[in-house]
Nanobody, 127 residues
Framework: QVQLVESGGGLVQAGGSLRLSCVVSGRTISAYPMGWFRQAPGKEREFVAAISRSGGSTTAADSVKGRFTIFKDNAKNTVYLQMNSLKPEDTAVYYC????????????????????WGQGTQVTVSS
């Protein structure tokens, strides 16, 4: 059984940076495409970024492109989300996800398309 555990959230001022980590247990990280979603208060959960099984392909939402980077360390079985130039509108609970099923592409961005979810980590950006 695959388990995802996020960490690294916290409170940061606008313009600052945070790095979120997602440790994967139960399977090697190279078995699945991985990603991050977020959910702000009163809003729907939304796609942030994803990375292919090989790590050779990444994709990100327009709202974070150029500021957030997803990458992974296979040796540590960990996926990361580096968040720079943070804005108050980035405030949300961030969830690590894995797609167990087949057919991942850079357009696989739906909440229902990812099968395994972590418990989430809170990111708060103050103005």
């Amino acid at each position: 059984q695959v388990q995802l555990v996020e960490s690294g959230g916290g409170l940061v001022q606008a313009g600052g940076s945070l790095r979120l980590s997602c440790v994967v247990s139960g399977r090697t990280i190279s078995a699945y495409p991985m990603g991050w979603f977020r959910q702000a208060p009163g809003k729907e959960r939304e796609f942030v970024a994803a990375i292919s099984r090989s790590g050779g392909s990444t994709t990100a939402a327009d709202s974070v492109k150029g500021r957030f980077t997803i990458f992974k360390d296979n040796a540590k079985n960990t996926v990361y989300l580096q968040m720079n130039s943070l804005k108050p509108e980035d405030t949300a609970v961030y969830y690590c996800v894995a797609k167990i099923g087949p057919l991942w592409t850079a357009q696989t961005r739906g909440v229902d398309e990812y099968d395994c979810w972590g418990q989430g980590t809170q990111v708060t950006v103050s103005s």
